[in-house]
């Protein structure tokens, strides 16, 4: 979870961010040969905090934007709730299913680091894969234009596929694994000794991944996994306490920035 | 016109399907039970919902809460006039805050002494007043599965909401939720209809709704769905799937009712038929059909528009449905590649329960309780399969199948074994080890099946309570309940003779110094467990509690035997000898209640009545024993009740408490003979007599 989410949505002050971030998730690698799951995904992250009222409308006019003409598709936000174990957080929310399939994740966030959130901040992932293939219909990802001259996704990222999978299931070196987790998790209760935070929860960032990769590899056991999470946990919850200190020791600076999209007014569209 | 309509309409974004009846069920219990205590009964109250709305409607409803008249209690009288007789400041106080004169006040009589009193009237309010009074708190205060806060920290709700309409007689009434004003504009569906519109009532609102395509009814929804994917179905040559809580699912995702049909490769016929319902059922919410019991490559689901245009949502239901479809088969064949069997040394790396093991070791002590369950059942034929069973009966859970839909485990590796080749008797007691799933579902096929499905169970529970995890409340994280469910039902239904005390001490050994309780404290805590699930299934079945509390109070680790014994009861239980027998078992353990056994002689019973007691019960004796050997319970009973007659006039003839303590303790040693011939097949101080019925009954005899 990127810090400009992670760490933004911590305390009082307003946050409206954009970006895209490659998500890696080494369980569901497929060696490049499943046309519709991969290790490394990209995600158009979107995060706005407090949540707007109009939220939802603005979601929607930003699909017909992408060129999806929502008169000839079915739109629908089927309940999920994103939890993430390892940072200590939590919302409430859906993935939007368009035509049957989940294009976006949509979540009211309640707790990060295991702290209460106030405001509240609506995230909005949008996934850039899915919705590319979704508007061509493509069978596969490697399909997919990467750019409109003809260099396809498969050209671009195939390769990447094929090596990671055999490095999460085959060739991670799990002792090397298990010493670079305890290495950084080192690493951050120093940095946060040190009052650094944001460095400190890059190195807990790289410990989550870790893990993911050790568990991946098939090299964690039920007990040891709880165990790890909650290493994890503790070095995001403790990241998530020092950034809201820190902030405050900064006056919550953000708090005086007049937000530039304040008193938009939005159409006649209804939210029935 | 004032028809005493009540219409309200909450909108938010959208609500988790599997909350949407809950909701708006509670909605109109609670505004139902409110309204009524204020005597504002509506005639009829009727709901709706579509994701994005709730919808209550009460009519009917009469336009004032009733007028009220109350004598309210004030002040002693003494302390309420001076010595002139003029009203004290207590007096005073008292009417200023019933608002009437000190003149109007009067005096009460009361079992305390006399006491001021004033008849207060209140008017009733306006029917509006009340609701905006009383539905908001309601509203905010439904009781979510799962509730959030959004923007500043609004809520907390189910989702954010966005509107509000509220009209008593068209007229509307005014109440906030969440910052939202109650008003009289709604909106349709928010791509195909968003622009807002006016609404008078319930008609007006269900026209317009209707225009919109909205159907706001869930039954009217359901209905249409159900119908259109039938015909569809049926267009298509076979079956719909019979799922109703896929189609309870399917009509709480949207507000339009929508079907879309969808093909897919027929190549994926070859993967087995559950993966391919499961997949369609569990990740697209897609109905399968069937036709002459074969899947057809054809799937149906909902969306929430009326049309399919352009053939979009075909098209992209098939996508996924061929995405995921896809993604079972590399589960598959990455499964195919080894053989359960081959397999089997995984277990060891799978821990069921940290201080329990394994489940490889699970595995070998399913084995070894299945090696004894048929010993004892004299299933000799069974023994070898049942140990080949019990080491593959896990295996499953190392699948990536069952990773991927963990609700496949069992018919998952009961399918993989099939198609390993294993014996039918094998493969299919895997496949239905976690039979009965529900109460309508049926216990294993076949005597294998049974074999592991009771060991597996016994294990668990015994292993589970070893540790002193006895369920308690609504915590039960290892389904320790549905286990013991499912055992009893298991053992019942196959009507085996197992003596399930036996059973668990044998399990309990198996797991060798595992446990942190000895079999003792493991069977005590477990019997009363497994009696609550035979209790509770034989209640099910129309037993009345006391027979089966009198039958278990005889013993209950044998539960055909249990049952049959609360059979004969049943049927006895109305005859007034038994009757009366039940009412002698009554007094004697009065009787005999804290006296430790006493030594009989049968030479000290010196009165006719009390040595007829002892020779009729010796006569009976065998008979009883023999009847209950016979497994006669009936007979049994009707035989301990042949000895109505000499109890009576035993207890009308004989002085038990003689000052003669030898006579006394023979008496009280008889009784206590006695009480253990009648309490052979239930515990008759346990049934309910209702002694008025009962003085009928031996009247009427005479």
């Given at each position: 979870?990127?810090?400009?989410?992670?760490?933004?949505?911590?305390?009082?002050?307003?946050?409206?961010?954009?970006?895209?971030?490659?998500?890696?998730?080494?369980?569901?690698?497929?060696?490049?040969?499943?046309?519709?799951?991969?290790?490394?995904?990209?995600?158009?992250?979107?995060?706005?905090?407090?949540?707007?009222?109009?939220?939802?409308?603005?979601?929607?006019?930003?699909?017909?934007?992408?060129?999806?003409?929502?008169?000839?598709?079915?739109?629908?936000?089927?309940?999920?709730?994103?939890?993430?174990?390892?940072?200590?957080?939590?919302?409430?929310?859906?993935?939007?299913?368009?035509?049957?399939?989940?294009?976006?994740?949509?979540?009211?966030?309640?707790?990060?680091?295991?702290?209460?959130?106030?405001?509240?901040?609506?995230?909005?992932?949008?996934?850039?894969?899915?919705?590319?293939?979704?508007?061509?219909?493509?069978?596969?990802?490697?399909?997919?234009?990467?750019?409109?001259?003809?260099?396809?996704?498969?050209?671009?990222?195939?390769?990447?596929?094929?090596?990671?999978?055999?490095?999460?299931?085959?060739?991670?070196?799990?002792?090397?694994?298990?010493?670079?987790?305890?290495?950084?998790?080192?690493?951050?209760?120093?940095?946060?000794?040190?009052?650094?935070?944001?460095?400190?929860?890059?190195?807990?960032?790289?410990?989550?991944?870790?893990?993911?990769?050790?568990?991946?590899?098939?090299?964690?056991?039920?007990?040891?996994?709880?165990?790890?999470?909650?290493?994890?946990?503790?070095?995001?919850?403790?990241?998530?306490?020092?950034?809201?200190?820190?902030?405050?020791?900064?006056?919550?600076?953000?708090?005086?920035?007049?937000?530039?999209?304040?008193?938009?007014?939005?159409?006649?569209?209804?939210?029935? | 016109?004032?028809?005493?309509?009540?219409?309200?309409?909450?909108?938010?974004?959208?609500?988790?399907a599997r909350?949407?009846q809950p909701?708006?069920?509670?909605?109109?219990?609670?505004?139902?039970?409110?309204?009524?205590?204020?005597?504002?009964?509506?005639?009829?109250?009727?709901?709706?919902?579509?994701?994005?709305?709730?919808?209550?409607?009460?009519?009917?409803?009469?336009?004032?809460?009733?007028?009220?008249?109350?004598?309210?209690?004030?002040?002693?009288?003494?302390?309420?006039?001076?010595?002139?007789?003029?009203?004290?400041?207590?007096?005073?106080?008292?009417?200023?805050?019933?608002?009437?004169?000190?003149?109007?006040?009067?005096?009460?009589?009361?079992?305390?002494?006399?006491?001021?009193?004033?008849?207060?009237?209140?008017?009733?309010?306006?029917?509006?007043?009340?609701?905006?009074?009383?539905?908001?708190?309601?509203?905010?205060?439904?009781?979510?599965?799962?509730?959030?806060?959004?923007?500043?920290?609004?809520?907390?709700?189910?989702?954010?909401?966005?509107?509000?309409?509220?009209?008593?007689?068209?007229?509307?009434?005014?109440?906030?939720?969440?910052?939202?004003?109650?008003?009289?504009?709604?909106?349709?569906?928010?791509?195909?209809?968003?622009?807002?519109?006016?609404?008078?009532?319930?008609?007006?609102?269900?026209?317009?709704?209707?225009?919109?395509?909205?159907?706001?009814?869930?039954?009217?929804?359901r209905?249409?769905?159900g119908?259109?994917m039938e015909?569809?179905a049926?267009?298509?040559?076979g079956q719909l799937a019979d799922d109703p809580e896929l189609l309870d699912r399917l009509t709480?995702?949207?507000?339009?009712?929508?079907?879309?049909?969808?093909?897919?490769?027929?190549?994926?016929?070859?993967l087995p038929r559950e993966v391919l319902a499961t997949s369609l059922r569990d990740h697209q919410s897609a109905f399968t059909i069937e036709s002459a019991d074969r899947l057809?490559?054809?799937?149906?689901?909902?969306?929430?528009?009326?049309?399919?245009?352009?053939?979009?949502?075909?098209?992209?239901?098939?996508?996924?449905?061929?995405?995921?479809?896809?993604?079972a088969?590399?589960?598959?064949?990455?499964?195919?590649?080894?053989?359960l069997?081959?397999?089997?040394?995984?277990?060891?790396?799978?821990?069921f329960?940290?201080?329990?093991?394994?489940y490889?070791?699970k595995a070998?002590?399913i084995?070894?309780l299945s090696?004894?369950l048929c010993?004892?059942l004299?299933w000799?034929?069974e023994?070898?399969l049942a140990?080949?069973a019990a080491?593959l009966l896990k295996v499953d859970l190392?699948t990536?199948m069952v990773k991927e839909f963990t609700s496949l485990q069992g018919v998952m590796g009961g399918a993989y074994a099939r198609e390993?080749?294993e014996a039918e008797p094998v493969w299919q007691a895997i496949y239905d080890q976690y039979r009965p799933v529900s109460s309508q579902d049926e216990v294993p096929r076949g005597r294998v099946g049974l074999v592991v499905a009771i060991a597996d169970r016994v294990d668990t529970l015994v292993?589970m309570?070893?540790?002193?995890?006895?369920p308690?409340?609504s915590?039960d994280p290892f389904g320790l309940r549905r286990a013991a469910q499912g055992l009893v039902r298991i053992v019942l239904e196959a009507n085996l003779p197992l003596?399930l005390?036996?059973v668990a001490?044998?399990?309990?050994?198996?797991?060798?110094?595992?446990?942190?309780?000895?079999?003792?404290?493991?069977?005590?805590?477990l019997?009363?467990f497994i009696q609550d699930r035979v209790r509770r299934l034989l209640g099910q079945q129309g037993y009345?509690?006391?027979?089966i509390?009198?039958?278990?109070?005889?013993?209950?680790?044998n539960l055909p035997?249990l049952a049959a014994?609360v059979d004969?009861?049943?049927?006895?239980?109305?005859?007034?000898?038994?009757?009366?027998?039940?009412?002698?078992?009554?007094?004697?353990?009065?009787?005999?209640?804290?006296?430790?056994?006493?030594?009989?002689?049968?030479?000290?019973?010196?009165?006719?009545?009390?040595?007829?007691?002892?020779?009729?019960?010796?006569?009976?004796?065998?008979?009883?024993?023999?009847?209950?050997?016979?497994?006669?319970?009936?007979?049994?009973?009707?035989?301990?009740?042949?000895?109505?007659?000499?109890?009576?006039?035993?207890?009308?003839?004989?002085?038990?408490?003689?000052?003669?303590?030898?006579?006394?303790?023979?008496?009280?040693?008889?009784?206590?003979?006695?009480?253990?011939?009648?309490?052979?097949?239930?515990?008759?101080?346990?049934?309910?007599?209702?002694?008025?019925?009962?003085?009928?009954?031996?009247?009427?005899?005479?």
């Open positions: 979870m990127h810090p400009d989410t992670f760490l933004r949505v911590l305390g009082p002050e307003p946050w409206k961010v954009g970006y895209v971030q490659p998500s890696r998730r080494p369980a569901d690698a497929r060696y490049g040969e499943n046309p519709f799951r991969l290790g490394k995904h990209y995600q158009f992250q979107v995060v706005l905090k407090p949540s707007p009222e109009n939220i939802q409308e603005t979601y929607i006019e930003s699909l017909e934007a992408l060129g999806i003409d929502l008169k000839v598709h079915d739109l629908r936000f089927e309940e999920d709730n994103w939890e993430a174990p390892t940072l200590g957080a939590w919302g409430v929310g859906w993935q939007v299913m368009l035509d049957g399939m989940e294009i976006t994740q949509f979540t009211y966030f309640q707790q990060t680091g295991g702290l209460d959130l106030q405001p509240i901040s609506a995230e909005i992932t949008y996934g850039l894969e899915r919705i590319t293939m979704f508007l061509g219909l493509s069978r596969s990802v490697y399909d997919v234009d990467w750019v409109a001259d003809g260099v396809s996704y498969g050209q671009v990222r195939h390769q990447d596929e094929v090596e990671f999978s055999r490095y999460y299931f085959e060739v991670a070196d799990v002792e090397f694994l298990r010493q670079t987790f305890d290495g950084y998790e080192n690493e951050a209760r120093r940095c946060l000794e040190a009052g650094i935070v944001l460095p400190a929860y890059e190195c807990a960032l790289k410990c989550s991944h870790l893990f993911n990769v050790l568990d991946s590899r098939g090299a964690v056991s039920v007990t040891e996994r709880v165990a790890l999470i909650k290493r994890v946990r503790d070095l995001s919850v403790a990241c998530a306490k020092e950034y809201v200190a820190s902030r405050e020791r900064l006056g919550f600076p953000l708090l005086s920035v007049e937000s530039a999209s304040a008193g938009d007014e939005e159409d006649g569209r209804g939210d029935g | 016109m004032a028809t005493g309509e009540f219409f309200l309409e909450v909108r938010c974004e959208e609500i988790p909350m949407l909701a708006v069920k509670e909605l109109a219990t609670r505004a139902f039970e409110v309204l009524l205590s204020k005597g504002l009964t509506p005639s009829e109250v009727e709901t709706g919902f579509t994701p994005r709305r709730l919808v209550l409607t009460l009519s009917g409803l009469p336009s004032r809460e009733r007028d009220r008249e109350e004598e309210l209690l004030g002040p002693p009288a003494k302390i309420a006039f001076d010595q002139d007789g003029k009203p004290t400041p207590a007096a005073i106080g008292f009417a200023k805050k019933c608002g009437v004169e000190p003149t109007q006040l009067k005096t009460v009589n009361t079992p305390k002494g006399d006491y001021l009193a004033a008849d207060v009237f209140t008017e009733g309010r306006a029917t509006p007043e009340v609701l905006a009074e009383q539905i908001v708190p309601i509203l905010k205060d439904l009781s979510w599965a799962k509730s959030m806060r959004w923007a500043a920290g609004q809520g907390p709700w189910v989702r954010p909401v966005h509107g509000l309409v509220a009209l008593f007689d068209q007229e509307v009434v005014p109440m906030t939720l969440f910052g939202v004003d109650a008003g009289d504009s709604t909106c349709g569906h928010p791509i195909h209809s968003p622009r807002s519109f006016k609404v008078s009532g319930k008609a007006d609102y269900d026209r317009k709704m209707t225009q919109r395509g909205i159907v706001v009814s869930y039954e009217e929804r209905e249409q769905l119908n259109q015909k569809l049926k267009k298509l040559g709480s995702t949207c507000g339009i009712p929508g079907v879309v049909q969808g093909e897919f490769d027929p190549a994926y016929l070859a057809l490559p054809n799937f149906l689901t909902v969306m929430d528009r009326a049309d399919d245009p352009e053939g979009r949502v075909r098209a992209g239901n098939e996508w996924v449905v061929a995405a995921r479809l896809d993604d088969r590399f589960f598959y064949s990455e499964d195919r590649k080894k053989t069997a081959d397999r089997v040394s995984d277990l060891d790396h799978l821990i329960h940290l201080d329990l093991g394994s490889g070791d070998k002590r084995r070894e090696t004894s010993d004892v004299g000799n034929d023994s070898d140990c080949e080491d190392t990536e390993d080749g292993g309570f070893g540790l002193g995890m006895v308690s409340g915590r003596d005390d036996m001490a044998r399990s309990a050994r198996l797991y060798g110094d595992r446990l942190k309780k000895g079999a003792e404290e493991v069977l005590a805590d019997r009363p009345a509690y006391d027979s509390e009198a039958a278990i109070g005889a013993g209950s680790s035997e014994r004969a009861v049943q049927r006895v239980r109305e005859e007034a000898d038994f009757l009366s027998v039940v009412l002698a078992a009554k007094r004697i353990a009065n009787i005999v209640k804290d006296t430790p056994e006493q030594e009989f002689d049968a030479n000290l019973l010196c009165e006719s009545a009390e040595i007829d007691l002892h020779k009729s019960a010796e006569a009976l004796r065998a008979k009883i024993e023999k009847a209950e050997a016979e497994g006669d319970h009936e007979s049994s009973l009707r035989h301990i009740a042949e000895l109505a007659e000499v109890l009576d006039t035993f207890f009308v003839e004989v002085l038990v408490m003689d000052e003669d303590r030898d006579l006394r303790m023979n008496r009280i040693s008889l009784l206590q003979s006695i009480q253990r011939l009648i309490s052979r097949t239930a515990r008759l101080t346990e049934v309910v007599v209702d002694r008025s019925e009962h003085r009928e009954k031996t009247a009427s005899k005479d």
